[in-house]
């Protein structure tokens, strides 16, 4: 399968502080990529950087175009969708109107298209569903997390990025969100996921890297880097 995001030799510095060095990763068509690391290692930055949220050197390629110039709506518009890690909802609003907002860079295909995205989201949250008119501000944690999924999928996206989805959230649900993501990935969104759990990263993703103190150290199939000595003794907690 051919990759939707290519990222070449991306560095990204706040003043003189350099947070991303000389990072490339690519997110193949079909695919669930994780990216693990500690905190601060510069995993949510890079998200910003291909979000174009940061501003970063080196080169970022979405369905084969440069996406230097391209700004956050139109890369919306285009099919590359970010879920935050605070999920970012607007807590005084309803699930009904936030699931709308998710849709708004997709305005010009009609109320229809909307409509039809909405049962969609609706059908695979049925939870969201029974709550549709209840505050945001209201939801459990779990919730919200399924709340700030559906919006994203309200824009219909190529590429899905997730980061820390399991932030904050107890096991129980951890498993029923990484559930699905798996599920995501079956019904053909691509996903990026970012994601300190790396135990559970690594048994939904096909694909993983590394990333440590703004560098990647390690990349290669999912399967691989679980049994990659170093990482099951730092990430997974396993001695070999």
């Known amino acids: 399968m051919g990759a939707l995001l290519e990222v070449r030799n991306v560095s990204v510095r706040y003043g003189k502080v350099e947070a991303v060095h000389d990072v490339s990763l690519d997110a193949g068509e079909g695919r669930i990529v994780a990216v693990i690391g500690p905190n601060g290692a510069g995993k949510t930055t890079l998200l910003g950087a291909i979000m174009g949220l940061l501003p970063a050197g080196g080169d970022i390629r979405y369905l084969g ?130 994601e300190q759990n790396a135990r559970a990263a690594l048994q939904v993703s096909d694909e993983g890297y590394v990333l440590e103190t703004g560098e990647l150290v390690l990349s290669g199939p999912s399967t691989d880097l679980a049994a990659n000595p170093r990482v099951a003794a730092t990430y997974l907690g396993q001695q070999r």
């Open 65 to 194: 175009e440069p996406l230097a110039g391209v700004g956050v709506e139109e890369r919306v518009a285009r099919g590359l969708v970010l879920v935050p890690e605070k999920r970012e909802l607007f807590a005084s609003m309803t699930v009904a109107d936030n699931l709308a907002l998710g849709a708004f860079a997709r305005r010009r295909e009609g109320e229809a298209a909307t409509r039809r995205a909405l049962d969609e989201v609706y059908q695979r949250f049925p939870r969201l569903m029974e709550r549709r008119a209840q505050l945001a501000g209201t939801l459990s944690g779990g919730e919200q997390q399924m709340l700030a999924l559906g919006r994203a999928l309200m824009g219909r996206p190529k590429l899905l990025m997730l980061d820390e989805p399991s932030l904050g959230l107890a096991p129980l649900i951890v498993r029923e969100i990484f559930s699905i993501i798996v599920g995501l990935r079956q019904s053909g969104v691509s996903i990026l996921l970012i």
